[in-house]
């Protein structure tokens, strides 16, 4: 399963299944590239997380909209002077009962900031 996670003040959070590639089995390590971008539509801007294929297709996972959005008082949104941001990748497993350790590798982790 592959979740995606944004918070401020509550959890914005989602599951999906993670796809195989025909190529692989299900005892092959799994690698999984993803990618935040922001975007704009007729309802404003928002950031966008997409599960990134072998073959460079996005797939889309979650829309994140409360990031460029207002908190109702005439304010809120993202500001860079206040808000800080933290990407990272992070791993676990639900079942309480597993008989061996969890082993997850990270490579390549590249955060490109624009503004």
Do not use: F
């Not at 309802?43 to 797939?59: F, I, M, R």
């Not at 800080?84 to 597993?98: G, H, N, Y």
């Amino acid at each position: 399963m592959l979740s995606t996670v944004s918070c401020e003040r509550w959890a914005d959070w989602s599951v999906t299944p993670l796809p195989l590639s025909s190529t692989m089995s299900s005892e092959s390590e799994i690698w999984t590239t993803i990618s935040i971008e922001r975007a704009g539509d007729e309802h404003g801007t928002s950031l966008w997380v997409y599960l990134v294929g072998d073959d460079g297709n996005k797939t889309p996972l979650r829309e994140i909209c409360w990031v460029y959005g207002t908190d109702g008082s005439g304010g809120g949104g993202y500001d860079p002077a206040v808000w800080s941001l933290e990407v990272s990748a992070m791993a676990a497993r639900p079942a309480k009962t597993a008989g061996e350790a969890l082993e997850v590798k990270v490579q390549g982790l590249e955060v490109k900031w624009e503004s």
